[in-house]
């Protein structure tokens, strides 16, 4: 019981501190229609436990830098809002770290230009 109950309270942090899945859980709820515009999305942000734990400035902040790899990346597309593309849907739905897709689809473009260089 001393070991559980009476000891010292540990330090929490949200998972969502890491870029990894402060990427993935963007783009999901983009491609989900939960937040549809920047505005929505902070909101949507702004009521989790990570979001606690940072400053509203620096929250935004990340979400900006999140937001803009995302759509050079074109997981996503900002015109008069957010919106995932068809390639964001699948990542989303695979539920992989946006950063992984984005190297896989790399690689895999580099192999396709060796093979049509010979």
């Known amino acids: 019981m001393q070991q559980y109950v009476h000891a010292n309270v540990e330090n929490i942090w949200s998972k969502l501190g890491s870029e990894n899945a402060l990427r ?3 783009l999901s709820t983009i491609a989900t229609g939960f937040a549809r515009s920047m505005d929505e999305l902070i909101d949507f942000m ?3 436990f990570y979001a606690a ?3 509203h400035w620096s929250l935004k902040a990340v979400i900006e830098k999140v937001i803009t790899f995302l759509v050079e ?3 996503i597309m900002q015109n008069n809002g ?5 390639l964001g849907e699948l990542v989303s739905r695979l539920y992989i770290d946006p950063l ?3 190297m896989i689809l ?3 473009e ?5 093979e049509h260089a010979v």
């Not at 957010?82 to 068809?86: P, Q």
């Not at 580099?110 to 060796?114: A, N, P, T």
């Open 24 to 26: 993935t859980h963007i």
């Open 46 to 48: 702004g009521g989790t």
């Open 53 to 55: 734990q940072q400053e």
């Open 73 to 75: 990346k074109k997981f």
């Open 82 to 86: 957010l919106f995932a593309t068809r």
């Open 100 to 102: 992984s897709a984005s």
């Open 106 to 108: 790399d690689g895999m």
């Open 110 to 114: 580099r192999i396709e230009e060796k």
